[in-house]
């Protein structure tokens, strides 16, 4: 095997394990506290802020609503900006974003979900987002590909060949 087709092998296996555990485990968390959620104690907070952010990356420019809050228990304010659990939902155009984040305007009272063990934990919609099990899936199935790279490689390390014979075009277009 070339040792550039390894190097890289072994660069593409561990991104898919790394971002593929990252999704999984912090789509289960979120899942988990989402659940949970629903059954949170709850109080009355207060709307600070309400717009919208806008991020630009490689992928195009999203727009998100930006709301922050602030809530009281037991006589300790919190401040949070946590909507619900799960990623964030950007939009396409900033219009939409703003009619989202329109929801929630400065000044206005809130029920906010909080965890009981950990009042700094807080929600204003309980409950799991689809988003969240998608993520989940997403992280499997990276985490899937990723071990399945490292095995045909280490596969054909230790057979000195490649595990897939059916591909010729392909191994000849890696041995390049």
Do not use: C, Q
């Not at 394990?17 to 959620?37: E, H, M, Y």
């Not at 602030?70 to 949070?80: A, I």
């Not at 399945?148 to 390390?157: A, C, G, K, Q, T």
């Amino acid at each position: 095997m070339p040792i550039t087709v390894a190097i890289f092998g072994f660069i593409m296996s561990s991104s898919f394990l790394i971002a593929g555990a990252w999704a999984f485990l912090f789509s289960l968390r979120d899942i988990r506290r989402g659940r949970a959620s629903k059954s949170w104690p709850t109080t009355t907070g207060k709307i600070t802020f309400s717009g919208i952010k806008k991020v630009s990356d490689s992928e195009g420019t999203f727009y998100f609503p930006d709301i922050s809050y602030e809530y009281s228990v037991d006589g300790v304010t919190y401040l949070s900006d946590a909507i619900h659990f799960g990623p964030a939902r950007g939009f396409a155009f900033p219009s939409s974003a703003r009619k989202r984040a329109s929801k929630y305007t400065v000044g206005m009272p809130v029920t906010v979900y909080y965890n009981p063990e950990d009042p700094n934990i807080a929600v204003l919609e309980p409950g799991i987002r689809t988003s969240s099990f998608i993520f989940l899936g997403l992280g499997a199935l990276s985490f899937i590909i990723g071990i399945f790279i490292f095995s045909v490689l280490i596969y054909w390390l230790i057979t000195g060949s490649p595990l897939i014979t059916n591909l010729p075009w392909f191994f000849e277009w890696m041995k390049k």
